[in-house]
């Protein structure tokens, strides 16, 4: 499956055929996809460790991955972000000027016709020839229409072409990657968001019971039944407690500020959407791409490829540069000193002509010229390897989260279990009278600490699993190439498959 932005018109490749002749420069090849089976030493396991979600190796992702979060509020986001952010309209625009480059060098394959007309009135002495001739007064009109033609020898205009065509396919896919870090941005965002409601919430719980554990002692202290440095010692509790509330709160703020700009709002214009993570549903079963098909899926390693192919192209640019150029030249058109007389037998001219030329002396700036686009193919190549790499490492990380997620969550679970088992076991003894107020509220907080805990874990695994579809590719290449999504916004060029 592969898949390229052309904009190539078909005269453009007919023309190439009937000039002949071998391109001088690298015939670009897409490099091999890395050798490997798996995405780390260790192969993936088929389900995560508390068997809560499937990992489905070969399996394709779907365009629109944030829908198997199952949250209405998600979709509609996502949507606003597709159709308003400023960074994908920006991208697109690119794409759209890549484009109109690419049509216009297009056309250097093809000869420069212009025509002109002019009309001039004259005076001429009769003295300029020789004698008392009287000097006579005329208009002189001339039509005339002049075709150039530089015919591609060397193959150097296709190389150019060429690269133009790289250059567009690369922007293509520098959208598609706006596109996937837009859609992941406002996904994690919203995860981040709903987490952060939850420590605040449990935040907010804890202060309460604090606030209880604090009166207690209050009363006792006048009774005597407790020492003033336990007292102090509970205030101190209280006030690290309501220190902690803030800096959620910022957070929480921070988000949504973040999510109004990432669909194209200002932070004053508040979003209707708010996030919870009862609302969400984790992914049972997560689609995990063969890892021969990563560079295929990635954007950015797909920009890099075409980088590296404009690099390319580029040395055969750079070297017929250095060869002899021939132009072919005509000119026919017609004068005379009557305008209705202008195409009339006897006024007409043509001329034809060719010339040719070469650099005969340049100090060796041509083939420095061509040695700083060989260095550049090799800095694109190292580029295209280290993208290639830094994809194999997201996708083996988001994997390797995934795994500890899924025991962190067991593990906050327990805990959150053991807290609720100790608080009922603390509400039964109050009850009995063998404990006081003031224990059965420190364990009610430890449950509420538990289960802050424990939403920050959930939260934590709907992020790495966004993460792992996005370091996957996203599914760009299942989504209708005519159309954004949901966006109105123009069209990109249309998207063609290519073998391999």
């Not at 004053?268 to 295929?296: G, I, R, Y």
């Amino acid at each position: 499956m592969r898949r390229v932005f052309r904009l190539f018109p078909a005269s453009c490749l007919a023309a190439a055929v009937l000039v002949g002749g071998c391109a001088v420069g690298p015939d670009f090849t897409t490099p091999s996809a890395p050798d490997v089976a798996a995405y780390d030493a260790q192969p993936a396991p088929e389900k995560t460790a508390d068997e809560a979600q499937k990992l489905l190796m070969g399996q394709d992702i779907p365009a629109a991955w944030w829908e198997l979060f199952h949250c209405d509020s998600i979709n509609r986001l996502v949507a606003q972000a597709i159709k308003n952010n400023p960074d994908l309209a920006s991208a697109e625009a690119s794409l759209r000027v890549a484009q109109d480059n690419l049509a216009a060098g297009s056309t250097a394959l093809f000869p420069s016709v212009s025509g002109s007309f002019n009309a001039q009135r004259e005076q001429v002495s009769g003295a300029s020839f020789g004698g008392s001739v009287p000097g006579s007064t005329f208009t002189l009109y001339n039509a005339s229409v002049a075709v150039s033609y530089g015919p591609d020898l060397w193959g150097g205009t296709r190389r150019a072409i060429e690269r133009l065509q790289a250059e567009a396919d690369a922007a293509g896919f520098e959208k598609e990657a706006a596109y996937l870090t837009l859609t992941s941005n406002v996904v994690t965002a919203a995860f981040q968001e709903a987490s952060l409601r939850a420590q605040i919430t449990a935040a907010r719980e804890i202060i309460a019971e604090q606030e209880k554990v604090l009166r207690i002692f209050d009363l006792r202290l006048k009774t005597g039944a407790v020492a003033k440095s336990s007292v102090l010692a509970q205030r101190s509790t209280l006030a690290a407690a309501k220190a902690a509330l803030p800096p959620l709160e910022h957070q929480l703020a921070v988000t949504r500020h973040a999510l109004a700009a990432l669909v194209g709002r200002t932070p004053a214009n508040a979003l209707p959407e708010k996030f919870d993570l009862a609302a969400l549903t984790l992914p049972q079963q997560v689609p995990l791409s063969l890892p021969s098909k990563l560079a295929e899926q990635r954007p950015d390693i797909r920009a890099a490829e075409e980088n590296l192919h404009a690099a390319s192209a580029a040395i055969g640019v750079a070297e017929a540069a250095r060869l002899p150029n021939i132009t072919l030249s005509a000119d026919i058109g017609s004068m005379a000193n009557i305008l209705n007389k202008l195409f009339s037998p006897g006024g007409g001219f043509w001329d034809l002509g060719a010339g040719a030329s070469e650099t005969l002396f340049d100090a060796g700036a041509l083939a420095d010229k061509e040695s700083a686009a060989r260095d550049a193919y090799d800095a694109a190549a190292a580029q295209y390897r280290k993208t290639v790499l830094a994809a194999f490492q997201n996708v083996a990380d988001a994997l390797h989260a995934l795994q500890s997620d899924a025991e962190s969550l067991n593990a906050r679970m327990e805990a959150g279990k053991a807290a609720a088992d100790t608080l009922a076991l603390a509400q039964t003894q109050f009850k009995a009278g063998a404990i006081g107020a003031a224990d059965l509220l420190l364990a009610e907080q430890a449950e509420q600490q538990a289960k802050a805990a424990l939403a920050s874990a959930r939260a934590t695994r709907y992020a790495d699993t966004a993460a792992l579809f996005t370091a996957l590719g996203g599914g760009w290449w299942n989504r209708d190439a005519v159309t954004l999504a949901t966006s109105d916004a123009p069209a990109p060029a249309k998207i063609e498959k290519e073998t391999p």
